[in-house]
């Protein structure tokens, strides 16, 4: 079973950055799309950004220039760097790996942007 590790969540006042990071598990991370996601309490899970294997990136619209995604095949762990933290920012932040029609998720790590 792929078991993916979130780390680096926590309180930060508005303005400030986070760097988030997700160890995966396995020998095939190369291979994976990887994502992360979010959910503010009451809303949906939403796609943050992803990042293919050959490193191509997606972002949410409203999170652009932002937020950026990247990762490191060597250390098997991908990463998002957040800065400009808004107080809406706030959610559980998950991490994602995909490949086919296989999804694996993170147990989440939570952000809390507030003074």
């Known amino acids: 079973q792929v078991q993916l590790v979130e780390s680096g969540g926590g309180l930060v006042q508005p303005g400030g950055s986070l760097r988030l990071s997700c160890a995966v598990s396995?020998?095939?991370?190369?291979?994976?799309?990887m994502g992360w996601y979010r959910q503010a309490p009451g809303k949906q899970r939403e796609l943050v950004a992803d990042i293919t294997s050959r490193g191509n990136t997606n972002y949410a619209d409203s999170l652009k220039g932002r937020f950026t995604i990247s990762r490191d095949n060597a250390k098997n762990t991908v990463y998002l760097q957040m800065n400009s933290l808004k107080p809406e920012d706030t959610a559980v932040y998950y991490c994602?790996?995909?490949?086919?029609?296989?999804?694996?998720w993170g147990q989440g790590t939570q952000v809390t942007v507030s003074s």
């Open positions: 396995g020998s095939m991370f190369s291979m994976y799309i």
């Open positions: 994602n790996a995909r490949i086919t029609t296989l999804w694996y």
